[in-house]
């Protein structure tokens, strides 16, 4: 017997909402301390037959419960005690799509894009088992706080067939498809025909299908083609409204054929072609949430015809009386006056309306600028669109997917790490009876997080995976254009453990550095501005690096640098001259009566500066000439600094061969 604080095994905590089926509470399962949303259904509503109830309450339970998906209500358990039939599911806080669009009237194209997705998602996983919802619209689609889709409500649902059992046809007037309202057999695509009919209204602010009462909606979900959403609003993407029209198709082979396809093409909308029509549509109010109604069938020599139920005969109007010939005409001053009247109150409407939808395109492009910029950061994620749910450990309790976001603090330096786990086979983020929390961040913000080889397209840091089983973990951060980290964690039941991780730019660094300094620095044969000494950022893979120098020999060097990895290049330049190194020398008289007689097994070196009289320094050491200057030397590189007061010093690297002049040449500039 069902009392005010037990339904079942069950504590009610409170009371969520009443509708046509019963009440929804919110309760406790003492099992497990779990919170449910407990939906029970009540025999006394008037109107409905209490074993169409029953049935219809205990098809929902079916058909969601052989469900296991993130964007579909989880069933947990169902029964009967004395009469009273429940459903426990899963407790979701957020609000409805029906309560968002009733605020906020039309979304960003990047919101419409991923509650579509999820919607999506949700729907091909069902129809794959066999189930249709058959009732798709803004009121079944639930929004939890972290943006996850749920998709409620399959109390219609059936595998296959349409008509019920007393030969009703099931479903709410706005959003159902044609085959739908004919009361033919139906597949997943009329629900994709509902998920286009939900597009249309997120991006329009407006149903595609609407009338004063059911008879008029039918009529035009079978015979009419909606306006186009660009036709309606011209801030909408011709390749959207594209899309739209594709998934509006009156006949089932014309419309995307899975969630899956309309989910690629909507990735891609702006390269989709333009679906223009002439028509024209008014603005309606805003209406509270569409009813599910049941639409009488008879069949009548093999065809089926539909009674709406809220159609009734037209009512007769007011005869209008005829004015009289004789009446007063206005002045022509209060004529005026009402023109004048008139247009200004039409221009202030017409103003007021374009003002508005140029606030919506302004924040739509604002909103696109930011996923765009998102997107250059990011790398982007495949999306699945039927994932099958994994056999659970006996450990799991019920698949969780609740996300939440925390600021995360750095590990304990120094902590014993333990050893890596085996890569998991589902996802790791589930309802253990051993539970941990693991809260991860990543400096910067962004990287994809991996737990134990499974990752989820929002395991974005700054990120909360609040189910885990106890134990070792390996957890990997990538994000683009940075190093990848690994963090080995071992989590304790109860807990919650902080883990960060300091994300290092993925690039090559190249030093360099000569003697002397001042050279040109060539990368890739292209010149990078900079002179040494010198330090460029590269992308990792192989690269020359070439310093150049005025009046020295150009040195190179060629090499492959890894991600992350520093490459350093020093040369020591040699002084340049064409009369240096090939024993000739502008004084050949002079040579040839022997003055520049170079010693067995020495070279000679002739310096020569303008003005005369600079101090010569050979590796640092005073010599005992100035310039002008010529002595024999032994053959390897030295180091000559040539230094006079109020002149600026001259500093060259010159290499010695034996039997060869080396010339050097320089005219001083003054400080």
């Known amino acids: ?52 109830m029953v049935r219809r309450f205990q098809n929902e339970a079916r058909a969601a419960g052989v469900l296991n998906h993130p964007n579909i209500v989880t069933i947990y358990d169902a029964g009967e005690q004395d009469g009273i039939f429940y459903i426990a599911m899963e407790f979701i806080e957020g609000t409805t799509l029906h309560e968002v669009l009733t605020e906020q009237r039309v979304l960003a194209t990047d919101e419409v894009l991923q509650l579509t997705r999820q919607i999506s998602r949700g729907l091909d996983y069902a129809h794959s088992n066999g189930i249709v919802h058959r009732d798709i619209k803004p009121a079944n689609i639930m929004i939890t706080g972290n943006g996850t889709v749920k998709i409620m409500d399959f109390g219609i649902a059936k595998s296959g067939g349409q008509v019920t059992n007393t030969g009703q046809v099931l479903g709410t007037p706005n959003y159902m498809s044609p085959e739908q309202v004919k009361g033919r057999p139906l597949d997943g695509r009329s629900d994709l025909f509902s998920l286009g009919v939900i597009l249309y209204e997120m991006l329009t602010g407006e149903k595609p299908f609407v009338g004063q009462n059911v008879t008029t909606i039918i009529y035009k979900i079978v015979n009419e083609t909606p306006i186009t959403p660009r036709d309606l609003d011209v801030t909408v993407h011709p390749g959207l409204s594209a899309i739209v029209t594709k998934a509006l198709a009156k006949a089932p082979d014309d419309r995307y054929q899975t969630g899956a396809d309309l989910v690629r093409d909507l990735e891609n909308y702006k390269l989709a072609g333009t679906v223009r029509s002439g028509s024209t549509a008014a603005i309606p109010v805003p209406a509270p949430p569409e009813k599910t109604v049941v639409l ?76 765009r910029e998102a997107r250059l950061q990011a790398e982007r994620e495949p999306i699945a669109i039927a994932i099958p749910a994994p056999t659970p450990t006996p450990e799991v309790i019920a698949p969780d997917t609740t996300v939440r976001f925390f600021p995360a603090k750095k590990p304990v330096h120094g902590q014993k790490q333990p050893p890596p786990p085996q890569k998991a086979a589902f996802s790791p983020n589930q309802v253990y009876i051993q539970q941990s929390e693991l809260k991860l961040n990543s400096k910067p913000d962004g990287a994809k997080v991996e737990i134990d080889g499974w990752s989820e397209p929002n395991w974005i840091t700054p990120f909360t995976a609040s189910h885990l089983a106890a134990g070792n973990h390996l957890i990997v951060f990538t994000k683009a254009g940075f190093l990848q980290q690994t963090r080995a964690i071992e989590s304790a ?101 022997g003055t520049d007689t170079i010693p067995e097994g020495k070279g000679l070196v002739h310096i020569r500066t303008n003005p005369e009289g600079a101090t010569i320094l050979v590796d640092g050491k005073a010599a005992p000439k100035k310039t002008n200057a010529r002595w024999p030397a032994d053959p390897g590189v030295y180091s000559i600094v040539l230094q006079m007061s109020g002149y600026k010093s001259v500093h060259r690297n010159i290499r010695v061969q034996k039997g060869k002049v080396v010339n050097i040449n320089e005219l001083l500039e003054k400080q």
């Open 493 to 593: 039941a109860g807990k919650s453990i902080d883990v960060s991780a300091e994300l290092s730019p993925a690039v090559s660094t190249i030093v360099v550095t000569s003697n002397p300094q001042g050279a040109n620095v060539w990368v890739d044969a292209k010149d990078s501005g900079l002179t040494t000494p010198a330090q460029l950022t590269v992308e990792k893979g192989f690269h020359k690096v070439t310093v150049r120098k005025a009046g020295f020999k150009e040195a190179s060097t060629e090499e492959t640098v890894a991600e992350g990895q520093t490459m350093s290049f020093s040369p020591v330049l040699l002084s340049v001259n064409p009369q240096s190194e090939d024993g000739k020398s502008p004084t050949l008289l002079r040579r040839f009566f």
């Open 1 to 52: 017997m069902m009392s005010l604080q037990t339904v079942g095994r069950y504590e009610i905590t409170g009371e969520l909402g009443r509708g046509a089926m019963g009440v929804v509470y919110k309760a406790l399962d003492p099992t497990i301390g779990r919170t449910v949303a407990l939906k029970t259904m009540r025999l006394d509503v008037h109107g409905l037959d209490a074993q169409e």
């Open 296 to 371: 009488p069938v008879r069949v009548v020599s093999g065809s089926t015809v539909r009674a709406a139920a809220a159609a009734t005969a037209p009512a007769k109007g007011p005869i209008p009386l005829l004015r009289p010939t004789t009446a007063i005409l206005s002045s022509k001053r209060s004529v005026l006056i009402a023109t004048i009247v008139t247009i200004l109150v039409l221009g202030c409407a017409m103003g007021g309306y374009a003002y508005h939808r140029t606030q919506v395109k302004m924040r739509q492009l604002a909103e696109e600028a930011k996923a």
